[in-house]
Nanobody, 123 residues
């Protein structure tokens, strides 16, 4: 069992930065690939980024590539999402999730989810 709690969301102006953090409980954090997803009002949940078990491999959605960076600290059981050059279209609830399928982009392949943190980007 893995419990996930996100933090770091908020209101930011376009062009600004935010850093999201996800704290995990459970002894097997390092055996999960960790992903970030987001869901805007009226839209489906979409993949943002994923990081492999050891942190050496990552994948990003094309819409955030070059602006967002995912990282993890297995000693602290945390995974972060650094978001730079934010755009209005990045506004969404951001979710942290855990999967045992390596670098999966598919939400239905994730076993555990946090409750989400709101990110709002204003113009």
């Amino acid at each position: 069992q893995v419990q996930l709690v996100e933090s770091g969301g908020g209101l930011v102006q376009a062009g600004g930065s935010l850093r999201l953090s996800c704290a995990a409980s459970g002894r097997t954090f390092s055996s999960y690939a960790m992903g970030w997803f987001r869901q805007a009002p009226g839209k489906e949940r979409e993949f943002v980024a994923v990081i492999g078990w050891g942190g050496g491999s990552t994948k990003y959605a094309d819409s955030v590539k070059g602006r967002f960076t995912i990282s993890r600290d297995n000693a602290k059981s945390t995974v972060d999402l650094q978001m730079n050059t934010l755009k209005r279209e990045d506004t969404a609830v951001y979710y942290c999730a855990a999967t045992q399928i390596y670098l999966s982009r598919a939400p239905d392949q994730y076993d555990y989810w946090g409750r989400g943190t709101q990110v709002t980007v204003s113009s």
